[in-house]
């Protein structure tokens, strides 16, 4: 009934004549498979497919077949109930039984790559203990039932191989191009479904510790890794030059890991050795190589070779510039050394350090929720007693079992100070292991971890407060200490955002200690005016400033827009209205630089309402002579700029106001204008732009580039990006004008004036991408517009050049994107024209090759290619055009079948198409 209801809505077709019926039905199954894809709705287009690929013939079916086994892939990377995704597997399954047997491979192995990305997930978080040993039983069984079938595949393949090497010694040479592509694909079935077969076993070996599985594994590997076929991976056989292919590279990891289950220790490091010291190695297959070191070495009980290997890696430069191993190995090393510190055996003061090490990188890298679950599963006894970690873990995770007391309790305000008796004990455990921690000789060692501990101390100090006044003054004094320790850890802190956090929770904290009165009060007073007034210089822009500065709420919280809505209620007069408005701006001016782009345009007239008027302000001030007051017009006039330049519909007017007042400003002398100045011209090119004033644009960005090469400007990274930036622009808006005209059918000279004007500031921005190295995307993007546009030129004027240039690119671009049909076709058509029939001849042949066998596409290439054959060898040309006709007696349908009969009488070659088409 759903299905039916979104036909309805999807497809609003009239009925035709009986003899439409059949274009009608396909086309209204397309529009609803379109309507069901862009609407997201992926179970009702597997249904709706499903239908279609079981009425039509089973040799038909294989196009229908491959989109069902892509969503059903997306279906199981995305499915987190078992049950789910066991369904899932069982309707593919029933899919593969619905298509021919040929082209099951493919879509077998697309399906099986699915479940098997989703168990290697669990398998290596499993690893690191990230699941539940229900999820690793979920991954074990997927390798167990997936590994045999895999294998059964990369048989079936390997069979398929065989049988196609045969055919490629007997079959003549108009044949061979196809069977060579059938081995080609035959091959890399067969690499697919080993490889993934031998980390199936790979896994399943390390999972259940079975040797005979890991053999499995070497076996299935050994087909990538060069050894004898059905053989074993051998490091004897194996051949570094190989690890350039990432999949070759991570065969041989998977191949040391099943070594490393087997007990041969030697051998799977020398597998890792062969992958990280080949050369060209893909880096991201080399940096997975320390860590599978870690399991290899740890599953051997080598543990001081282990403690070298980690010891030279810490110390590393590019290691110990980002505070220790990475997260994940340190997070593995951690795994592997705690779990090893409970069991008895020799090495354990190097196990423990090893630990100590682990987690002494997890704090550096403030990841403390992994080191909390370190020390909830395994407790912080393998670590020792003594020094900052031990003692920042035990802080830790007193200080979490506090919260969750502290939460659990009944009508309390978790962000309150407790009176539960268990939460206070715990706070009170958390803040004698803070203290310790603090008091450790090494705690200079671990600065912004030395925050966090402060942090914490300060939070647990707050929330174990006395709730009641008292005559000692005891509750006050408390949280006044809370307050301290919060200040601290807002000076300890890296991060700015959590350093703003320990300072406005200090300063909040100090409000509750103010409001208990008693003695102190006054000096309590007076230290939060200094802790404001420090706030607002720290962090002027951040989103508390105007809630601290004008004491709206208690929380020192509030969320952007409150923050901005209580600024601009300040009224005008008063001593803090300027300062109100400026930092109302600079709050506006980063909701707008974080605005999703559905909501920019809004953001940024918002900014622009209230940041006018201060530019006008100030500019007025600049110009009396007030430096200070220019140098904040320049600022706030370049991000004016950069916000009313970024909406959809630009107003010329008040972009042309802030640039005329921040070029007056520069003009003047009242700011340096060497760090701005090409920025500024950047900005003028855009306006002008806004303005419709092309040629004003060219010409400005001309003396741009002309003042930065003369030295006028520096010639740094900076300025040439934004002279960079405004040619890749100008270029942007000549293509957009040109293909606008083109849409308007604009006149012939008009046209002719808009493609050479994309030419040449195309040609430009191709230089340019190509100095600095731009992606290959970036290049090919511009690259295809000069290209398109030359064509066109060339096409309205029969001008030569036009044509080269035309040529020229169509043949860089296919250097990239070699199977690119529309690049193709241009190439080989613009090759026939200047007479580079060899150059025509390899175009239409990688189109034919690129086009299903039948398809209309694929008789326009064969005639083609057959018709420039017929120029360069006519007896060739003779052999292949009979070769197509036995293959296709009636040549192909209309008008191509026409054609290559009249071609076919022009080459005195016999026919068999004289029907009607």
Known sequence: ??????????????????????????????????????????????????????????????????????????????????????????????????????????????????????????????????????????????????GPELASLGS???????????QEQAVDAGELDLIQQRL???????????????????????????????????????????????????????????????????????????????GDTER??????????????????????????FIVLARAGEWNELAEIVRRRRAHESIAAVGGLPVSEARLLAVLTLEQGARSGQSQDVIRELAEAALTDLVKHGELAHVLDMATRYGTAPIGSEG??????????????????????????????????????????????????????????????????????????????????DPTGAAAERLTQASDWLHQASLLLENPEQAADGLSLAIVVLDEAIALGGAGVTERGELRRERIAEFLTRFPRHERAGALLYRQGTDGALRAEESVAALLRVPEGTPAYDAARRQAARILYDMYRTAPRSERDWAALRYAEVAEPLLAADHRRAMEGDREAAARAAVRARRLLDALLGVLSPDASRIERALDAVLSIVNAGLVEDDSIRAELEYRRAQTLLVRGDVVGAERAI???????????????????????????????????????????????????????????????????????????????????????????????TSDIDSRGLAMRHYRLL????????????????????????????????????????????????????????????????REVLTQHIALHPDSGPAPWGDRIDALARRLNVGTGGDGAR
Not at 103 to 120: K, M, V, W
Not at 445 to 455: C, E, K, L, Q, S
């Open 268 to 293: 799977a490091q020398s597998w890792l050795d062969m992958v990280e010291n080949a050369s060209e190695t893909p880096d991201a297959v080399r940096r997975e190589v320390p860590a599978r070191r």
């Open 702 to 796: 001309a003396e741009l580039r002309s003042r930065i090469e003369s030295g006028a400007i520096p010639d740094d990274d900076a300025n040439r990006r934004f002279a960079d930036a405004a040619g890749r622009l100008l270029f942007r808006h000549t293509v957009e004008q040109w293909r606008d005209g083109v849409r308007r059918g604009v006149s012939q000279g008009e046209t002719e004036q808009l493609a050479r004007r994309v030419i040449r500031s195309g040609v430009r921005v191709l230089h340019e991408l190509e100095q600095v190295a731009a992606p290959d995307e970036q290049i090919r993007t511009v690259r295809a517009s000069v290209a398109e546009a030359a064509l066109r030129l060339y096409e309205l």
């Open 1 to 146: 009934m759903a299905l039916a209801a979104l036909i309805a809505s999807a497809s609003p077709l009239a009925s035709q004549s009986a003899s439409d019926a059949a274009d009608d039905a396909l086309a209204a199954d397309y529009a609803l498979e379109s309507y069901l894809e862009d609407h997201a709705l992926t179970e009702l287009l597997i249904e709706q497919l499903t239908t279609r690929l079981r009425s039509v013939p089973r040799d038909g079916r294989t196009e229908i077949a491959e989109r069902l086994a892509s969503l059903y892939a997306q279906l199981l990377d995305e499915a987190e109930d078992p049950a789910q995704r066991a369904e899932l597997e069982r309707r593919s399954r029933d899919l593969l039984d619905e298509v021919p047997d040929a082209a099951s491979i493919d879509l077998r192995l697309h399906l099986h790559r699915a479940t098997f990305a989703r168990a290697e997930r669990l398998a290596e978080r499993w690893r690191l203990r990230l699941v539940d040993a229900a999820q690793r039983d979920e991954a074990l069984r997927v390798f167990t039932t997936l």
């Open 156 to 166: 079936r393949a390997h069979r398929h191989v065989e049988q196609l090497e045969r």
């Open 388 to 469: 900052f970690i031990v003692h920042h873990v035990r802080g830790l995770r007193s200080y979490e079992q506090a919260r969750a007391a502290h939460k659990s309790s009944d009508g309390a305000d978790p962000e309150k100070p407790t009176t539960s008796t268990e939460a206070l004990q715990l706070y009170g455990q958390a803040i004698d292991a803070m203290r310790q921690a603090i008091a450790s000789i090494d705690v200079d060692r671990f600065p912004n971890a030395h925050g966090n501990t402060a942090m914490l101390l300060g939070l647990s100090l707050y929330y174990s407060a006395p709730t009641e006044p």
């Open 184 to 262: 080609d694909d035959a091959r890399r079935q067969r690499s697919m479904a080993m490889y993934l077969a031998g980390w199936c076993a790979a896994y399943r070996s390390e999972l259940t510790g079975a040797s005979e599985v890991a053999v499995e594994g070497l076996r299935s590997f050994g087909w990538l890794l060069n050894a004898s076929r059905g053989q074993m991976a051998d490091i004897e056989r194996a051949r570094g030059q190989l690890m350039r292919f990432e999949h070759v590279a991570r065969a041989a990891i998977g191949a040391g890991l099943c070594e490393s289950v087997r």
């Open 814 to 877: 296919l250097e990239v994107d070699p199977n690119n049909r529309v690049f193709l076709r241009r190439a080989a058509e613009l090759a026939e024209d200047v007479g580079d029939l060899e150059v025509a001849l390899d175009c239409w042949r990688s189109l034919s090759a690129g086009f299903q066998t039948g398809s209309i596409d694929w008789f326009e290439a064969r005639y083609r290619l057959i018709s420039v054959l017929s120029r360069v060898d006519p007896a060739r040309a």
